[in-house]
């Protein structure tokens, strides 16, 4: 069965990088892109960016295209978020979303989230 | 970027009621509208894509509706696992945006 099983809980520092994984277990790792979503506390969900295992290709929110990098181990079938210069309003919890493309888009499949805390 | 709104905000019922649910988008989308079901602690989960179509598993009691900007989510007679936060979001265009949630609550 499909998994997204992502790492633990982190706390950084104003200013800090924190990289959050996401390893897919239960299909073929090339054949779906994956975006990232996050949650601040008592907020909604907001897209991050999105990247295709199969070649790389990324494409990143405005909000956050200047800190953050999505990357992509086949060998483990992992995905990674780094987000760089954090800042307090960065504290949320972050998910991985497996996203089914094509002309149809849909994030059929969510990790369990990760919790980054930004506190000095 | 597209916009999109839901409404209400927040909304309480009693199990067995229809409720329906709406989400416009500030530009047109086609049908390109998903809908997610958050529970507390839990990740969201898939209910509809492309506006109208259930994924697999999800109970015959959702339903959606809607194309160009106007789209809703109804369920048809709600169950007690049914009380959550519910989201639409469009894929139309990056960024994919999502509607800021509407909490359904036990009267």
């Known amino acids: 069965q499909v998994q997204l099983v992502q790492s633990g809980a982190e706390v950084k520092g104003p200013g800090a990088s924190v990289k959050v994984s996401c390893k897919a277990s239960?299909?073929?790792?090339?054949?779906?892109?994956f975006s990232w979503v996050r949650q601040a506390p008592g907020h909604g969900l907001e897209w991050m960016g999105w990247?295709?295992?199969?070649?790389?290709?990324?494409k990143y929110a405005q909000k956050v295209q200047d800190r953050v990098t999505m990357t992509t181990d086949t060998s483990t079938s992992t995905v990674y978020m780094e987000l760089r210069s954090l800042r307090s309003d960065d504290t949320a919890l972050y998910y991985c979303?497996?996203?089914?493309?094509?002309?149809?888009?849909?994030?059929?499949?969510w990790g369990q989230g990760s919790l980054v805390t930004v506190s000095s | 970027d597209i916009q999109m709104t839901q409404s209400p905000s927040s909304l309480s019922a009693s199990v067995g009621d229809r409720v329906t649910i709406t989400c416009r988008a500030s530009?047109?989308?086609?049908?390109?509208l998903n809908w997610y079901q958050e529970r507390p602690g839990k990740a969201p989960k898939l209910l509809i894509y492309v506006a109208s179509v259930l994924q697999s598993g999800v109970p015959s009691r959702f339903s959606g509706s809607g194309s160009g900007t106007d789209f809703s989510l109804t369920i048809s007679s709600l169950q007690p696992e049914d009380f959550a936060t519910y989201y639409c979001?469009?894929?139309?265009?990056?960024?994919?945006?999502f509607g800021q949630g509407t909490k359904l609550e036990i009267k």
């Open positions: 530009q047109s989308i086609s049908r390109y």
């Open positions: 979303a497996r996203e089914n493309g094509g002309a149809i888009i849909y994030f059929d499949y």
């Open positions: 239960g299909y073929s790792f090339t054949t779906y892109g």
């Open positions: 979001q469009q894929t139309y265009g990056i960024p994919r945006t």
């Open positions: 990247i295709s295992p199969k070649n790389g290709n990324t």
